[in-house]
């Protein structure tokens, strides 16, 4: 590298972030760039290390261990150290059509696997990347770029998250026509209302959007394969059919819990979708929203789900926060069974946590014994409790042992701690379990035992000819660089299935 002492001469950087109690106040991102010389520096800290485990993108133990995109990320760091900013861009668009997403809500599992990071600060590889696009951006460098020739072939494809639009965007380089479907107003999926503003603003996803459109993609909003349009008219209608549908169908473990039906109980998603939308369509004016002002909140389970829903939550101006955990604290450093280049599974702050705990004292908590933050851990909801109107009024609930399972599960229940938590409204982030299966039945495609339409990831047909598969759709909830990995994989597939060839990567 430029720099080969540059790990030990700066120390990690990333994004600076306006405080707590000033960004709650907004839906404004919350992150700010840094200058341009420390931005050389963080990109010297890349050590030329010999085996950079950063974009290898392999499964380790279950979750990704460096860049499932394989984005090339030596070699743009070493771009940024030298100050060539515009072949930096050009080796990062390479392997990834969206880096202006990825750099601001991807976990970076990239960092995780820096070698750096085995006994130092990992290198901002994800600031480094946001940094490049937005300068790319910033000088008027990402310009449309249509294909210069059209094959006449024909590609619908169905859902406008991450994984369709790095389909469409890649096939549609391949001259193929290519319509996108999107059940809601707006294109994005998840990217648009699923992720909260003050993590990814809108008008970042349309100025994408407004690109692929002067490229020649057609999107269609508003129309849901399966319902407004049935599946085998898609077919008649395309030459080959992309499904990135993603994984939309809600996990419930509370369905048998006493109290499950009472009003002010709702899954995240709908609380997410809600505000972004009304935010989107009237800076909230219209009251087509949940809204937790004033409101005892809690949040059950963890995750950037949760996490984007106590920062909605604390936006609103809500009475109370917590958000229950059933799992144990994770240890601030990597424990022995978790080496390096896994995934850290470390105890981390986000935004959420950090707002909450600027907002509330969290201190007088007897089980608050290392962070002051709106978490409790290894607790189990027991029961939902109404009042005379059916709303919710409080929660129930028990901590856990996870070093004593019991003959029925995991863990068992700790005598004497059950407890009552003040609650006008609980959202359930516990993931997703599959995508809806409307398309599946009406064609009749496998479905593996998690009801995910069944590919062979590298390959994605599905057991229909002519109809992919991609995404969180095919392989479960998962991470954005995965879904932009399998949008981009499923382009090739179906481009050498149009034409006998492929030369997309």
Request: aromatic share 8%.
């Amino acid at each position: 590298m430029g720099k080969p002492t540059g790990f030990k001469e700066y120390a990690r950087q990333t994004s600076v972030e306006r405080s707590p109690k000033e960004r709650i106040k907004d839906w404004k991102e919350f992150s700010k760039p840094l200058e341009l010389q420390i931005l050389k520096q963080q990109g010297a800290r890349c050590m030329d290390c010999g085996i950079p485990f950063c974009h290898t993108g392999d499964m380790i133990a279950g979750m990704a261990a460096g860049c499932p995109l394989h984005n090339l990320i030596p070699e743009w760091n070493d771009l940024v150290y030298h100050n060539d900013w515009k072949e930096a861009l050009d080796r990062l668009h390479k392997t990834n059509n969206f880096p202006e997403f990825t750099g601001r809500v991807c976990p970076a599992p990239c960092e995780g696997s820096c070698t750096l990071g085995i006994n130092e600060p990992p290198v901002a590889i994800k600031t480094i990347e946001r940094s490049i696009i937005d300068r790319g951006f910033e000088e008027d460098w990402i310009k449309p770029n249509p294909p210069s020739r059209r094959t006449g072939k024909k590609v619908a494809i169905v859902g406008s998250g991450p994984a369709g639009l790095a389909a469409a965007a890649q096939l549609n380089s391949a001259g193929h026509l290519c319509t996108v479907y999107e059940r809601s107003d707006r294109i994005g999926g998840l990217l648009m209302y699923g992720i909260p503003n003050m993590k990814l603003e809108k008008w970042i996803i349309e100025r994408r959007i407004d690109l692929l459109k002067k490229e020649g993609v057609n999107f269609v909003v508003e129309t849901e394969i399966g319902k407004d349009l049935h599946s085998k008219e898609l077919m008649d209608q395309f030459d080959a059919v992309i499904l990135a549908t993603g994984s939309t169908v809600p996990n419930d473990f509370f369905a048998k819990t006493p109290g499950r039906e009472l009003n002010g109980i709702h899954f995240a998603m709908e609380f997410l979708h809600k505000n972004t939308k009304s935010l989107l369509d009237s800076d909230l004016t219209d009251g087509n929203y949940i809204s937790a002002k004033d409101k005892n909140v809690v949040v059950i389970g963890g995750g950037d789900t949760g996490n984007d829903c106590l920062g909605t939550s604390l936006r609103h101006g809500c009475k109370s926060l917590v958000n229950f955990e059933i799992v144990p604290q994770s240890p601030n450093e990597r424990a022995s069974n978790n080496p390096w280049p896994q995934w850290p599974k470390i105890f981390r702050t986000d935004y959420g946590h950090a707002e909450a705990a600027a907002t509330f004292d969290y201190s007088q908590d007897a089980n608050k014994t290392l962070h002051d933050d709106p978490r409790e851990y290894a607790i189990q909801s027991a029961e939902f409790i109404g009042d005379e109107n059916g709303n919710l009024k409080a929660i129930r609930t028990q901590q856990v042992d996870w070093s004593d399972p019991s003959s029925g599960g995991p863990f068992s229940v700790v005598d004497g701690t059950e407890k009552e938590w003040p609650a006008d409204l609980c959202f359930l982030a516990l993931g997703f379990r599959g995508p809806e299966q409307v398309i599946a039945e009406q064609l009749g495609i496998k479905t593996d035992i998690r009801s995910n339409y069944e590919a062979e990831y590298g390959k994605y047909q599905t057991s229909i000819e002519g109809v992919f598969a991609a995404g969180d759709c095919r392989r479960g909830q998962s991470l954005i660089v995965w879904a932009i990995n399998e949008g981009r994989e499923a382009a090739r597939e179906c481009d050498k299935y149009l034409m006998g060839i492929t030369n997309l990567p």
